[in-house]
Structure formats: structure tokens, C-alpha cells
């Protein structure tokens, strides 16, 4: 059936694009290309860290608390936690770095990006 929809399809002229090999890829399989640096959180995928000393720590915790909370987080959550687990409170600029590379704002939560976002 999808040869002869696909053949369909050329006959009548439309044309469908590329599509680059590593989109076929499934996680694990992508995992395991990118290596142990990733972290996959419900289909979204981050680095788990970017080699700074002053971020890194704070990303691992918050990629954690993004993969227990179904990729939604909300401000206090994120520094009481952060205080809990790392003592201490991260600053603002580690803060709004971390959540700004991994999350978008939607009004008083943070988002896991995925790729479109």
C-alpha cells in the first residue's frame, strides 16, 4: 500500500523532501552515537553537561528534576531543590543560563524545549 501511494504521489507530481538518515535513528540508537554526555527526557534530548565547572553541576541537578516532573518545573521548586541537593542556591546568571539553554517560560513554569521549541 505505501508503494503504490508513494508512486501515486510522484505521478501526480508532488514531491515529498529528503530526509536526512539520522531522523530515521530511534533513541537508543541515538544514545548510543552521541554517547554517554546525553540525557533523554521523554523524547527530548540535552547534553548532561558542557564542560563548566559553574554550570554543570546545576544542569545535572535541574535535567533530573525536568525527568521527575514530566519536563515542568516551577522556580521555587528549582531552588529549594537546588539549595537540598547542591547547598546552595544557584546564582541568578547560572540560573537563567541553565534554564534558558535547556527550557522556555510559559508564564510561571519552565518547559523542556524539544526540537522545534
Known amino acids: 500500500r505505501g508503494a503504490a501511494a508513494a508512486a501515486a504521489a510522484a505521478a501526480a507530481g508532488v514531491t515529498y ?42 544542569r545535572g541537578f535541574l535535567l533530573k528534576m525536568l525527568a521527575t516532573r514530566g519536563r515542568t518545573v516551577r522556580r521555587t521548586d528549582v531552588m529549594e531543590g537546588a539549595v537540598a541537593a547542591l547547598g546552595a542556591a544557584p546564582s541568578n546568571s547560572v540560573y537563567m543560563r541553565c534554564l534558558s539553554d535547556l527550557c522556555v517560560s510559559r508564564g510561571s513554569t519552565w518547559v523542556m524545549k524539544t526540537g522545534g521549541s
Open 17 to 58: 523532501p529528503e530526509v536526512p538518515l539520522y531522523a530515521l535513528l530511534r533513541e537508543p540508537e541515538l544514545l548510543g552515537v552521541l554517547g554517554g554526555n546525553v540525557v533523554c527526557i521523554d523524547g527530548a534530548c540535552a547534553l548532561a553537561s558542557i564542560g563548566d565547572v559553574q554550570l554543570d553541576p546545576f
